[in-house]
């Protein structure tokens, strides 16, 4: 017998004994918790309704990249900056409309609409970022958040989370970026340091597990940025 | 700027995907909770061996029969190991090479099957999946989350691991 015609008799003899070992899958019971069937039901969805879930998803990762644009608008725009403090405001029954525009004299030029929702519904939160920065909002943006920090010298840092498997696969492609691949809190993640000074460096990361997306932007250094994502908690 | 993978694609896929969650995940369970003995973290072992059945569902011929049990008690342990390695922070303490768990235990094994039952488990995993499921060592690389000049020094240690136990056993 050859070492090739061993291993084939090998794995077809380990395979019929664990056949016979769990020769009645029905046996196994086990009632699966709520989460897991939450999580099951998302992947089923993705099964049932491919096309549906695949707009969803070009959706999502659309929303990813507008906010990390976004985050590179604000850091290095001061109109962009001085913007968002002329959110407007609009109060609908219990929630709040938040209309972005360049000019806060100019009301109808809407640029974003996001939807205020309040620090305390972030349910990740960063607890460490340099010195002098503070929140100044959090945007609902129908996956996940956008928080925003900035600094009195008017810099900007986003850290945005996605939910409902926004990325189980991407990618980031651009000719002023240099990748390099990093683990963030033992979670697969990138690092686009930005080349030139007119771009903002991303870190992205994602918990399959959970199904989340997390990416934090800004003018950072490669151990800043890291140091952030190293230090997002879950609330 | 982003790329994504829809994992299943066809009716008939999604079909056999429902009736392998339906006929296995108690059995799945059951696997991963041998290796990780905590519900929950059994459940996220069964929820990503889902993920990573649906990746690769159109490999699959039927839904339910023993090829398919094998495949999805491999893919399983698989993952049950990797977040028992994440969890325990053990990754660097515990090379997985040395890693045995038994599958088999209401049985008298002899033969090849004995000798696959002392193998270590990622070794076991990668001599199924190549010499029971037909895989080339790309798509073993794609199931275990490793490169693919991994899955190759995986495979050839595999081979000599289980030639050396079997003459130990007095098989050859």
């Known amino acids: 017998m050859t070492t090739e015609e061993m291993l084939k008799q090998a794995a077809k003899e380990y395979a019929v004994a664990i056949d016979r070992e769990y020769w009645d899958p029905a046996a196994y019971e086990h009632d699966f918790s709520p989460k897991f069937q939450r999580k099951m039901k998302r ?22 990249a507008v906010f990390l644009g976004f985050g590179s608008v604000l850091t290095f725009s001061a109109k962009a900056r001085s913007a968002v403090c002329d959110w407007i405001k609009k109060q609908d029954d219990q929630t709040y409309d938040y209309h972005f525009t360049q000019d806060p004299q100019a009301e109808g030029t809407i640029y974003y609409e996001f939807r205020s929702v309040g620090a305390e519904s972030a349910d990740y939160v960063p607890n ?9 909002t959090v945007i609902g943006n129908g996956v996940g958040m956008d928080l925003l920090f900035t600094n009195v010298a008017g810099n900007a840092i986003q850290f945005s989370y996605c939910a409902d498997g926004v990325a189980d696969d991407f990618q980031a492609e651009g000719t002023c970026y240099a990748e390099y691949p990093v683990t963030v809190q033992g979670l697969p993640g990138m690092l686009y340091e930005a080349e030139v000074e007119t771009e903002c460096s991303i870190i992205i990361w994602m918990n399959e597990a959970d199904d989340m997306c997390f990416a934090v932007t800004g003018k950072l250094s490669q151990e800043e940025l890291l140091q952030i994502a190293e230090n997002i908690v879950k609330r | 700027m982003l790329a994504y993978v829809m994992m299943i694609e066809t009716l008939a896929d999604q079909s056999k995907f429902e009736k392998i969650y339906h006929t296995y995940k108690g059995l799945m369970f059951h696997v991963a909770y041998q290796i990780l003995h905590n519900e929950e973290d059994a459940e996220d072992a069964v929820h990503n061996a889902f993920v990573k059945i649906a990746e690769h569902i159109s ?29 325990k922070r053990r990754s660097r303490e515990i090379p ?18 004995a000798c696959m039952e002392h193998l270590p488990v990622r070794y076991r ?42 003459k130990k056993e007095g098989i050859l």
Do not use: F
């Not at chain 2, 997985?96 to 099957?113: R, S, T």
């Open chain 1, 43 to 64: 992947l089923a969805r993705k099964a049932e309704h491919p096309g549906l879930y695949r707009v969803g998803r070009i959706a999502a990762i659309a929303a990813l």
């Open chain 1, 128 to 136: 460490w970022m340099p010195k002098g920065y503070e929140l100044v």
């Open chain 2, 59 to 87: 490999k699959i011929d039927l839904p339910v029969c023993p090829k398919t049990k094998v495949y999805v008690v491999t893919i399983v342990e698989n993952k049950a190991i990797d977040l028992y390695r994440q969890n």
């Open chain 2, 96 to 113: 997985l090479d040395d890693i045995v768990v038994p599958y088999v235990k209401n049985q008298e094994l002899q033969g090849l099957a």
């Open chain 2, 125 to 166: 995993q990668v001599i199924l999946l190549k010499y029971q499921q037909g895989l080339s060592n790309q798509e073993i690389a794609k199931h275990l989350d490793i490169s693919e000049a991994n899955a190759i020094k995986l495979d050839q240690r595999a081979k000599k691991k289980l030639l050396e136990i079997c």
